[in-house]
C-alpha cells in the first residue's frame, strides 16, 4: 500500500465527531423492524418452513441487507425503510393464517401428557430456555457489527457513522460496546447454572474457566496485532492504541469478571457494580490528570502507546457487568436474580400458561423500567443544568458511555422482546421442554440463528475478509455501484460461511 495512500485512508477515519443519537436509533431499529416482518411472514404464511432459494432470499434481504441498506443508502432516510418494513408486516398481520397454526399453538401451550400427568423434565431446558428473541438481537448485533467494519472504509457509508475521535456519538461506537454488553448478557448463563445445580465455584475455578475463553482471544489478538504491522496496514491509531485492539480487550473480560464475582456477596447486584465501577473510574478521570493523559499525552512508553485500550477496559468492563445483569432476568424461565434453587430437589417450579403469560408480562416491564433506568442516568449525566454535564467518550468509555450502551441494549432487547411476544406468544407459553425447543426454532431466523451461534467465526472472518479487500480494492476511490456490489458479495460470504458451519452443527461463539 503506497504511504500517501494509506495516511489517505488515516485521514478518512480520523477526527471525526459523529452524529445524533436519536438517528443511530432510527437507523438500528431497522433490525427489529426486519425481524418484525420476518415473524410475520412465518406466522402467517410459513414462509420460512421449508428453506429453499426463496426463504433463503427473503431471509438474508431481512435479516442482512436491510441494516446494510440502513447503513449506507437509506442512511439519510432510515425512517422511510422502516416504513418500509412495517407497512408489509402490519398489512400481512391482518391476513388470516395459513393452516397448521392454531393446532400448532394449541400443542405448544400445553405440556406434553403421559399416562395422564404432565410430563415433568426438571432440567436446565426448563430452567434456561431458547430465547427467539435474544437470538435475533445478538444475530442483529453481530450482522451490523461486520458490515459495519468493511462499510467504513466505503465512502457511501456516512463520516457521522464511523467512530468519533475524541467526544460524540456514532454508529461504531455503540457498535463496540453493544458487542460487549450482549457478550455479558450471555456470559450471565454459567452463574446461572451454578446456581441451578447449587454449586459456588471457588475463584481459582472460575479463573480456569475464565482462561479458558481468555486464551483464543489473546492469540486472535497477537495475530491481528502481527498482521497489521506486518502488512504497514492503515490502522486508526487513537481507537485502541499503537498495539492493543478489540480482541485483548475481549480477552481480558472474563478472568476480571471471574474476580468481580467475589464482589456480587458484599453487593449482590451486578447493575450496581457496573454502576459502582463506572461512577469510580469518571471520578478518577475528572478528579485526576487521567483523561488528559488519554487523550493528549506523547507515546513514548508501552503504557502510554496503548493507553485507550488499558484506560478503556474498565468502562468496557462495566458494560459486560451490566450485561450480565441483564442476562440474569433475561435467560431464565423462572430464576430471580440471587435465588439459588436446585435442579435435583426439582425447585424450579414449571411454568403453566397462565403462569408463562404473566412471567412474559414481568420480563417485558422489566426491560422497559431498565431502560428508563439507564436512559434517565445517561440524561442526568448528560444535562448542563440538572446534571453533570459530561460528554460521551469512546475513547474513554466514561460513565456517560456506559451509560449510553446500556440503555440504547435494553430498549433493543425490549423491542424484539415484544415482537416475539406478539407475533409467536405460544413460544413462551410453551411448558413442555421439546416442544418450546421447536417452536424457538420456528420462530427464529436461520441466518440470525447462524450468526448468533457462530459469532467469534464470523467476526474473525469479517476482520480478514476487510483486510483483503483493502489491500486488493482502493475502498476511496470505489463508486456507490462498486461499493454496495462489494459489500453485498462481502456480506453474502459471511452468510454462507455462518449457514454452513450452523448446518453441521458447530458453534464458535464469542
Given at each position: ?71 449506507t443508502l437509506y442512511a439519510g432516510a432510515p425512517l422511510l425503510l422502516n416504513a418500509f418494513l412495517v407497512g408489509p408486516a402490519l398489512g400481512l398481520a391482518a391476513l388470516p393464517p395459513r393452516g397448521g397454526g392454531v393446532a400448532r399453538r394449541r400443542e405448544a401451550s400445553h405440556p406434553a401428557v403421559r399416562d395422564g400427568k404432565a410430563v415433568s423434565n426438571s432440567d436446565e431446558r426448563d430452567a ?307 416442544i418450546a425447543e421447536q417452536e424457538a426454532r420456528r420462530a427464529t431466523s436461520r441466518i440470525l440463528r447462524s450468526y448468533n451461534r457462530n459469532g467469534l467465526a464470523v467476526f474473525l472472518l469479517a476482520n480478514l475478509m476487510t483486510g483483503l479487500v483493502n489491500m486488493t480494492v482502493k475502498t476511496l476511490d470505489a463508486g456507490t455501484g462498486t461499493a454496495m456490489a462489494v459489500l453485498v458479495g462481502y ?20
Open positions: 500500500m503506497a504511504q500517501s495512500y494509506k495516511a489517505l485512508k488515516e485521514d478518512f477515519v480520523s477526527n471525526l465527531s459523529g452524529g445524533a443519537i436519536w438517528e443511530i436509533n432510527a437507523v438500528t431499529t431497522v433490525a427489529p423492524a426486519a425481524v418484525l416482518l420476518w415473524s410475520v411472514l412465518q406466522q402467517r404464511r410459513a414462509f420460512f418452513a421449508r428453506y429453499g432459494v426463496a426463504a433463503f432470499t427473503a431471509d438474508f434481504l431481512l435479516s442482512v441487507a436491510a441494516i446494510l441498506l440502513a447503513t434456561l430456555p431458547v430465547r427467539p428473541f435474544l437470538t435475533a438481537y445478538r444475530g442483529s448485533m453481530m450482522v451490523v457489527t461486520c458490515v459495519s467494519i468493511l462499510a467504513v472504509d466505503f465512502r457511501v457509508f456516512p463520516r457521522r457513522f464511523a467512530k468519533v475521535e475524541n467526544w460524540g456519538t456514532s454508529l461504531m461506537d455503540m457498535g463496540v460496546g453493544s458487542f460487549v454488553f450482549s457478550a455479558g448478557v450471555v456470559g450471565a448463563r454459567p452463574i446461572l447454572r451454578d446456581r441451578l445445580a447449587g454449586r459456588a465455584p471457588r475463584l481459582w475455578a472460575r479463573l480456569s474457566r475464565s482462561g479458558r475463553h481468555a486464551v483464543p482471544l489473546l492469540l486472535l489478538g497477537f495475530v491481528r496485532l502481527w498482521s497489521v504491522k506486518g502488512l504497514d496496514y492503515a490502522e486508526h491509531v487513537t481507537e485502541y492504541g499503537v498495539h492493543w485492539n478489540f480482541f485483548f480487550t475481549l480477552a481480558l473480560l472474563p478472568p476480571f469478571v471471574a474476580l468481580f464475582h467475589s464482589a456480587f456477596t458484599l453487593i449482590p447486584s451486578y447493575a450496581v457494580l457496573a454502576l459502582l465501577l463506572a461512577a469510580v473510574y469518571e471520578a478518577v478521570l475528572d478528579q485526576t490528570r487521567l483523561k488528559a493523559y488519554v487523550l493528549t499525552a506523547p507515546r513514548t512508553g508501552l503504557l502510554s502507546q496503548n493507553r485507550e485500550g488499558i484506560f478503556s477496559f474498565v468502562g468496557y468492563l462495566a458494560i459486560f457487568l451490566a450485561g450480565q445483569a441483564t442476562g440474569l432476568y433475561v435467560l431464565p424461565r423462572s430464576v430471580a436474580e440471587g435465588t439459588r434453587p436446585s435442579l435435583r430437589s426439582g425447585a424450579v417450579a414449571r411454568s403453566t400458561a397462565d403462569g408463562a403469560r404473566a412471567e412474559r408480562r414481568r420480563l417485558l416491564l422489566r426491560l422497559g423500567a431498565w431502560s428508563l433506568v439507564w436512559s434517565g442516568l445517561l440524561a442526568g449525566t448528560l444535562s448542563y443544568r440538572w446534571g453533570l454535564a459530561l460528554r460521551i467518550s469512546r475513547r474513554l468509555a466514561n460513565l456517560p458511555y456506559v451509560l449510553w450502551v446500556c440503555a440504547f441494549n435494553c430498549s433493543q432487547l425490549l423491542a424484539f422482546c415484544l415482537v416475539e411476544t406478539v407475533v409467536f406468544p405460544h413460544v413462551h407459553r410453551a411448558v413442555d421442554p421439546t456480506a453474502m460470504v459471511l452468510t454462507l460461511v455462518a449457514l454452513g458451519l450452523d448446518a453441521r452443527g458447530i458453534a464458535i461463539k464469542i
